[in-house]
């Protein structure tokens, strides 16, 4: 799949990835989302991804993805791409790919399947049933486990339709090499901003952001300092949300979502709970901690 030069771009830059807001009825509520995205694309992020894990992904049944996956691209309005994440079984993750495209999207991300069973030439096979069912969208693998080594991968970067690779695992070595065995692909930092440094230094470009939703202004800091090749900056500008991803790892990072959605809340943006299994609500220390991280950022802005 030839990429455009306008997904390309987006990919070297910030990928945001956008909570699923829920109403008081436990139902998603998309439109809860404007504000937030009119502040990522204000502040110049140029991908967002709907169904993402920061989503809430597999806390969504698959009707719930369809109906976020064709709300998001109206209210981006064409200002940033959207990738939209598919997965689960094969059959619905085909599903969410086929309807992407007239969905509004730009591309598909496609979640690794977490079945404890899966075989790498079965992930190969999964891959290009989904691949083959987006249409022509690019494909984007989202690799947590690269315990399948090179050779798995490798057979996954060969997929037609795959146009790169958002590298969720702190192996850096590895990494390295599967980017130089497909350096024809976009090789994003999956592990958002705090390993963007090193992973840039490994070849990736862009990385993946939860942060945005709450203060995309700090995920561009990291991004231009690295674009910039002053790394000292980027230190600075990853110290600066230090303490908020350190939040969000808590509690076995089942507090990922929740520290996200209660930024939003304690910043007058309800967008609802975090469902099981997240932590939720917050501990009331992570909440005052919480208070302090958004009351630096403010005096920081200030």
Known sequence: ????????????????ILVTP??????????????????????????????????????????????????????????AIVVAGVGRSVKEAASLAKAAKADGCDAIMIHQPPDPFRAPRGVAAYVERVAEAADGLPVLLYLRDDSGGLDAIASLCAVP??????WATPNLLTLAAARRAAPHLAWICGLAEPWAPPMTAMGARGFTSGVINVAPHLSMAVLNALAAGDYEAADRAVLAIENFEKLRAQEGNGANVSVVKAALALRGEDVGAARPPAAWPLAPAATEALRGVLAGWDKTSG
């Open 1 to 16: 799949m030839a990429v455009t030069e306008r997904v390309a771009k987006a990919l070297r830059g910030v990928s945001g």
């Open 22 to 79: 829920f109403d008081g009825d436990d139902q998603p509520a998309p439109g809860k989302l404007a504000p937030i995205v009119d502040r990522a694309v204000g502040a110049g992020i140029g991908a967002l991804t709907v169904n993402g894990n920061t989503s809430e992904f597999y806390g969504l049944t698959l009707d719930e993805a369809r109906r976020m996956q064709a709300a998001v691209p109206g209210l981006v309005g064409g200002r």
């Open 161 to 166: 339709g795959v146009a790169g690779v958002k």
